[in-house]
C-alpha cells in the first residue's frame, strides 16, 4: 500500500473552540471549512494535517457517534521549555501534567484542547537507566549521538 497521506480526524461537539485552539496556539492554516468538518494543515519544513468533525454527522457509522475520548496527540518541539512559557505561563493554558523530564527519554508536559485531546508537548532528551537499552541503535544514534548499549 501506498499512502497518499495520513492525518487524524477528531470527533467533537466543540468544532470552532478546537479550530480556534489549534490555528491561535499551533499554528495550523484552515483548508476547509463547514460546520460539521474542518481541514487543518501545518506548513513547515514537513507539513502536517489534522481534521475536527462533528461526531454526530451522517458520515460517522450510527454506532460510532461518540465524542472524542482517550486521545494523546505528541507535539515534539525543539524546545519544550520556551513552549511551557508560551502555552501554561502566558497563554494561560491548564498543565494536566507539570513540565517534567523523563527517564525514557522525554521532557514534556500536558495540556488539553477544548474538545478534552491531550496534547503532549516533548523534546526528546537522552534516555537514562534501563531505558537506555530500549532504544534500537539505528534510533540512539540518530537522535542521542550514541548506541542503546545492546
Known amino acids: 500500500m501506498k499512502l497518499s497521506g495520513f492525518y487524524p480526524v477528531i470527533g467533537t461537539p466543540e468544532i470552532a473552540a478546537a479550530r480556534d485552539f489549534y490555528t491561535q496556539w499551533f499554528g495550523f ?9 474542518i481541514s487543518l494543515r501545518r506548513k513547515g519544513d514537513v507539513t502536517y494535517e ?23 496527540l ?35 508536559f500536558i495540556i488539553a484542547d477544548p474538545s478534552g485531546v491531550l496534547i503532549d508537548v516533548i523534546t526528546e532528551i537522552p534516555p537514562a537507566g534501563a531505558y537506555v537499552e530500549q532504544f534500537s541503535d539505528e534510533y540512539a544514534a540518530e537522535k542521542f549521538g550514541g548506541t542503546s548499549g545492546e
Do not use: C, M
Open 29 to 37: 492554516e484552515i483548508t476547509f471549512e463547514a460546520d460539521w468538518y
Open 50 to 72: 489534522l481534521a475536527l468533525l462533528d461526531y454526530t454527522h451522517p458520515t460517522v457509522p450510527e454506532a460510532y457517534r461518540k465524542p472524542v475520548q482517550g486521545l494523546l
Open 74 to 108: 505528541n507535539f515534539e518541539v525543539d524546545d519544550v521549555d520556551a513552549e511551557w512559557k508560551r502555552l501554561v505561563v502566558q497563554g494561560g493554558h491548564k498543565a494536566e501534567l507539570e513540565i517534567r523530564s523523563e527517564e525514557f527519554g522525554q521532557r514534556h
